[in-house]
């Protein structure tokens, strides 16, 4: 039952005097269907969130525990830049949007964005100020907890956790431990994630992207940036006791080609601006021979791409003896005519099966012409210039392929329809939050998406 101000009249009665509650006053509503309001089932949340809160000692947490806390809360949701400061325009519309309209207002919580000292924003800085704890309750609401469940959560210790890092490199004698004391973080300029750059006293730098998320992700690398005189001097070393550069790869953790580049760079030495084309030519030769040696299954290609600049030397200024040593030019095979009719019946098929393979997956993808010649390996076959020749198929890729906005709306309705499935409630404000939409592209198709929440919920039926 929601609780209401007792009316009294002040000329009658004083402050320090004891007030006898008349039933007649009093204005209790049985009747009242309001336990299934929106705004009433939120009352009933935030008043069970403060009873719980009564029954924790105020010696079992601090104003920074809260904080970081907070601070992990926000890195699962992107509302974290890697300088740990919150993202606030963001946070402002995502919160907004998570409670009735008019809700804030009534409980004097509402925002002013443009205010550098409002509730939410000191809230989520380590100022010296204090914040009512209503109002933490309403953050913690917000965050998709309870008060059990939120002083469960691990307080924040960074997208790499905290220092020191173990050294991955297997050449060393303190591989795995954790002497890694350097750590760089940068930005992912395509998916904004966190990229770290560990660099150990060893000389090895080695890079993960994304954030670890447990404890064995600690032991990843995405990327090695440099290997160091320790791992270079063991490949060496490796290749002197006969040790294969695929063998001395597996030992390393390492792929042959790396090994392989590493023992050629070895042996080749800087070129002298002083030496005549002569001297070049002869010296260009035998590490051209060397290298063919150890490669044998290299062709013209992989020569060109491995060691150009000794390719391109040999080819421009001893253009006869490099054709007569280096492997002969492939031969061009004869192209048959295409049969259009056959490949447009055939393209046809291949993406009817592609296109519903991707509708029911777990993270969705924007369906594209580009995302659909990439997987079926026929990105050429359905440009523009060819596609056209293929009527069926030309007109299932218009019909298929999504705009930007088209894809928003579909994730956005898969999100829908997995809180549906699993008996959640469901709030505009988790849809835009997963969804990974920027604001003012999700105020256009808000609308859409509020219809296909009301009619899913009036067909609903759990049975």
């Not at 030519?281 to 063919?292: D, S």
């Not at 930007?404 to 809180?419: A, G, S, T």
């Amino acid at each position: 039952m929601k609780l209401k101000k007792y009316i009294k009249n002040p000329r009658l009665v004083s402050n320090c005097e004891y007030i006898r509650f008349d039933k007649r006053k009093l204005e209790i509503d049985l009747t009242s269907k309001t336990k299934h309001d929106e705004i009433a089932i939120l009352q009933i949340k935030l008043a069970k969130m403060a009873y719980q809160l009564l029954q924790i000692s105020i010696n079992n947490f601090s104003r920074e525990c809260i904080k970081l806390r907070y601070r992990t809360l926000f890195r699962e949701r992107n509302l974290l830049t890697l300088r740990n400061t919150v993202r606030l325009k963001k946070l402002y519309e995502a919160f907004e949007l998570k409670f009735p309209k008019g809700f804030l207002d009534t409980y004097e919580c509402s925002l002013d964005i443009n205010d550098s000292y409002n509730w939410l924003r000191i809230i989520t800085r380590n100022v010296n100020r204090h914040v009512h704890p209503f109002r933490h309750l309403l953050m913690i609401y917000f965050l998709n907890h309870d008060i059990e469940s939120f002083f469960l959560v691990t307080p924040d210790q960074g997208p790499y956790g905290l220092g020191p890092w173990p050294c991955l490199n297997k050449a060393s004698i303190h591989y795995k431990q954790n002497v890694v004391n350097e750590l760089r973080i940068k930005r992912d300029y395509y998916s904004k994630n966190p990229v770290g750059e560990f660099s150990c006293s060893c000389g090895y730098v080695y890079v993960r992207k994304g954030t670890d998320k447990m404890i064995d992700d600690r032991y990843r690398k995405s990327s090695v940036k440099e290997y160091g005189d320790i791992w270079r001097t063991q490949v060496k070393n490796l290749h002197k006791k006969g040790l294969s550069a695929k063998k001395i790869a597996e030992l390393l953790g390492e792929s042959p080609d790396t090994v392989r580049k590493y023992l050629l760079n070895g042996k080749k030495t800087k070129v002298n601006v002083s030496e005549t084309q002569e001297t070049l030519i002869e010296k260009y030769r035998m590490e051209l021979l060397e290298v063919m040696k150890q490669f044998p299954n290299y062709n013209r290609t992989d020569l060109l791409t491995e060691f150009s600049k000794v390719y391109r030397f040999l080819s421009k200024y001893d253009k006869e003896w490099f054709n007569a040593n280096v492997p002969a030019k492939r031969k061009m095979v004869q192209v048959q005519s295409v049969d259009w009719n056959k490949r447009d019946e055939e393209y046809y098929e291949k993406i009817k099966k592609l296109y519903d393979e991707l509708l029911v997956l777990d993270k969705p993808v924007r369906i594209t012409r580009s995302i659909i010649g990439k997987k079926l390996n026929i990105f050429r076959g359905i440009q523009k210039d060819r596609v056209s020749k293929m009527p069926n198929t030309e007109k299932l890729l218009n019909k298929i392929t999504e705009s930007v906005q088209e894809f928003q709306i579909r994730r956005c309705k898969k999100i829908i329809d997995l809180l549906l499935r699993d008996g959640k409630p469901i709030y505009i404000s988790q849809v835009f939050i997963k969804g990974g939409t920027r604001w003012e592209h999700f105020k256009e198709i808000r609308p859409e998406l509020e219809d296909y929440i009301n009619s899913k919920q009036l067909n609903y039926n759990p049975s």
